[in-house]
């Protein structure tokens, strides 16, 4: 079992759609959780960080963190076609420094 | 105020040669990590250097796979007699502090071994 779990998709959705991502994860020791979002042959760019459980809004954007549950999800309102990309869920336990485990990327496709 | 810049950003190389891949963090970074992404999986930690030491290689394959962050000059991931499985991009990240709120990733190299 991989310790941190993310559906593919492709998911496809219209202009406009309130889009929900969401990862699992199995370490109950993580404790920072980001959302990386990553163009077609680029880098991933940071999109949200959160720490412990939570929630968190940024513009379009809100982070939610359930530890209890071992459960994050990224919502994204109003979609546009700009932000069709691959969403990257990472996150890290408190040893000292982060070393970001990451999810295998949704695949989000906004249509206009 | 540059980002994080990778070089080469496509690299190309037979079976049995040797790859480098450098990596200059953001000006004012001193912790450097990089990354390993196979195609349909995610990204996988590899090494945590700061400048002069290796912090963290847990993620580092045992043979072949070795990096540095010297004094001067960018990090370089070196990888020697490369094989087909060392097909992946690479991506480097950096960080100003330890526990810092962001690593901010560099466009990544394609490395292809023919």
């Known amino acids: 079992q991989k310790e941190v779990e993310q559906d593919p998709g492709p998911l496809s959705v219209p202009e406009g759609a309130i889009v929900s991502l969401n990862c699992t994860y199995s370490n109950s020791a993580f404790q920072y959780f980001m959302w990386y979002r990553q163009y077609s042959r680029k880098g991933p760019e940071l999109l949200m960080y959160t720490y412990s459980s939570g929630n968190k809004e940024d513009g379009r954007f809100t982070a939610q963190v359930d530890k209890s549950s071992k459960y994050i999800s990224l919502f994204i309102r109003d979609s546009q076609p700009s932000d069709s990309a691959t969403y990257l869920c990472?996150?890290?336990?408190?040893?000292?420094?982060?070393?970001?485990?990451f999810g295998t990327g949704t695949r989000l496709l906004v249509s206009p | 105020n540059a980002g994080v810049m990778q070089n080469p950003r496509h690299l190309v190389r037979r079976r049995g040669q040797e790859a480098r891949l450098r990596c200059s963090p953001m000006?004012?970074?001193?912790?450097v990590y990089w990354y390993r992404q196979l195609p349909e999986e995610g990204l996988k930690f590899m090494v945590y250097l700061q400048k002069e030491n290796i912090i963290d290689e847990s993620g580092m394959p045992k043979e072949r796979f070795s990096a540095e962050f010297p004094k001067e000059g960018p990090s370089i991931l070196r990888i020697q007699q490369v094989v087909r499985g060392d097909s992946a991009a690479y991506f480097c990240a950096s960080s100003p502090q330890v526990l810092d709120d962001t690593q901010y990733f560099g466009p990544g190299t394609r490395l292809t071994v023919l």
């Open positions: 000006k004012g970074h001193s912790h």
């Open positions: 990472a996150m890290s336990e408190n040893t000292g420094f982060q070393k970001l485990v």
